[in-house]
């Protein structure tokens, strides 16, 4: 195996994760579509982390909590969408990693803070949307849409593309 590559093994493995993530971030945003009132608007005013301003700010105004809430539910359904089909993979990724952080900073598991609703898998700094995120970085850096996914298929047609023609 050249340097710099990932092995079959650790290729299915990766690509294995961003089909679970995928799934994650489809099912919420699937789950926020078809609910019949779903608003971030509690999340946001709960908000205890360093941008809680800026947070409760999105939830202040109805016309731009509906901005907010139509983002989070059509973002969270795409990136899982593009995630679970290797589709713009490197694209998905590091857009799942802004929601996410921007979930985790609303939010933050941070010693002191008290909130409404508890904590599932929270454990000081680290929380499961922190470990999300870091999966999320191994699947934007290893290409994982290329080697299992509409991504292998797009590049190929485009690599085709820009062959020079034959004479």
Same mark, same amino acid.
């Given at each position: 195996?050249?340097?710099?590559?990932?092995?079959?093994?650790?290729?299915?493995?990766?690509?294995?994760?961003?089909?679970?993530?995928?799934?994650?971030?489809?099912?919420?945003?699937?789950?926020?579509?078809?609910?019949?009132?779903?608003?971030?608007?509690?999340?946001?005013?709960?908000?205890?982390?360093?941008?809680?301003?800026?947070?409760?700010?999105?939830?202040?105004?109805?016309?731009?909590?509906?901005?907010?809430?139509?983002?989070?539910?059509?973002?969270?359904?795409?990136?899982?969408?593009?995630?679970?089909?290797?589709?713009?993979?490197?694209?998905? #990724?590091?857009?799942?990693?802004?929601?996410?952080?921007?979930?985790?900073?609303?939010?933050?598991?941070?010693?002191?803070?008290?909130? #409404?609703?508890?904590?599932?898998?929270?454990?000081?700094?680290?929380?499961?949307?922190?470990?999300?995120?870091?999966?999320?970085?191994?699947?934007?850096?290893?290409?994982?849409?290329?080697?299992?996914?509409?991504?292998?298929?797009?590049?190929?047609?485009?690599?085709?593309?820009?062959?020079?023609?034959?004479?």
């Amino acid at each position: 195996m050249k340097e710099g590559t990932l092995s079959r093994v650790q290729m299915v493995t990766v690509v294995a994760l961003r089909v679970l993530i995928g799934w994650h971030f489809l099912y919420e945003g699937v789950s926020k579509l078809t609910a019949d009132a779903w608003s971030a608007k509690g999340y946001l005013l709960q908000s205890r982390g360093p941008l809680a301003e800026v947070f409760r700010w999105m939830a202040a105004d109805p016309e731009r909590l509906a901005t907010v809430d139509q983002l989070n539910m059509w973002g969270l359904t795409l990136i899982g969408l593009g995630l679970i089909l290797g589709c713009f993979t490197r694209l998905a #990724s590091a857009s799942g990693i802004v929601v996410i952080l921007l979930f985790y900073l609303c939010n933050p598991p941070f010693v002191g803070y008290f909130y #409404s609703i508890p904590a599932e898998g929270s454990y000081l700094i680290v929380n499961k949307n922190l470990v999300e995120l870091a999966a999320l970085a191994v699947i934007l850096v290893t290409g994982s849409g290329r080697a299992a996914g509409l991504d292998r298929i797009i590049h190929g047609l485009l690599k085709k593309r820009d062959r020079p023609a034959d004479s």
